[in-house]
């Protein structure tokens, strides 16, 4: 279930209401041109919180699907290409993952590549198995930077889920890992289609995401920012 926000000026409670209770938030620019749609998710993402930095560092980038040869080493396109990519948590490679994930649709693609959501607390994970998440050690892979950490953080507040750099060290972590595999594959996700012009809003924390298979050279093109609250 989603809502839609019609307003450019929707009032801060009324954004975050939607978002404690959906887990994200189909909004929606005035135009569907560029501008329009960079200029609502800076508007969005100043109610939100402040921004930081991607990949690149950039404040603001623009994405589109890359083939494994065209991606950056450490990301989850360097795996799987324009293959569909799986379920993860925006910025799973930091110590504390972006709370929220703006994405603005520039240019659908054609064939389009939806983007498929799945609230991890529906999943229906017991105690047991939250508690193997919080307490399980897994290696977070990042250069030299990388750290040791769990799945679920110590105040259940945000999941920590990437595939693409989460390794586990001990038997412990690959029982975790393969719990999250299997209830994230027995989930029941919503999927989102592209148009012009459409901006997701998404509790990071909350909800992760992925990318059904794309085509190379479809023109699927999303402004992304990050948000910390």
Not at 5 to 13: F, R
Not at 84 to 98: G, I, N, T
Not at 196 to 209: E, S, V, Y
Request: some cysteine; proline content about 5%; hydrophobic content about 40%.
């Amino acid at each position: 279930m989603t809502m839609m926000l019609d307003k450019l000026t929707a009032p801060s409670s009324a954004l975050l209401t939607s978002l404690v209770q959906h887990g994200w938030v189909r909004h929606g620019a005035v135009g569907d041109d560029t501008e329009s749609v960079i200029g609502e998710l800076g508007r969005v993402g100043e109610i939100l919180g402040t921004r930081v930095k991607g990949r690149a560092g950039a404040l603001e980038e623009v994405i589109q699907p890359q083939a494994l040869h065209k991606a950056h080493p450490r990301s989850l396109s360097a795996q799987f290409g324009l293959k569909a990519l799986p379920f993860h948590v925006e910025l799973s490679h930091r110590p504390r993952p972006c709370r929220y994930l703006l994405l603005g649709c520039l240019d659908p693609g054609s064939p389009g590549a939806s983007t498929i959501l799945l609230d991890w607390r529906t999943l229906g994970f017991s105690s047991d198995e939250l508690h193997l998440l919080e307490a399980a050690p897994i290696l977070v892979r990042t250069g030299r930077r990388s750290f040791y950490s769990t799945l679920l953080s110590p105040d259940r507040a945000f999941l920590r889920y990437d595939p693409g750099c989460l390794e586990a060290v001990d038997g412990r972590g690959r029982a975790a890992l393969d719990i999250m595999q299997r209830r994230l594959g027995a989930g029941l996700p919503e999927i989102h289609q592209w148009r012009r012009g459409d901006i997701l809003i998404i509790d990071n924390w909350r909800t992760l995401h992925g990318r059904a298979q794309s085509d190379q050279g479809s023109g699927r093109r999303l402004a992304r920012i990050l948000i910390d609250a």
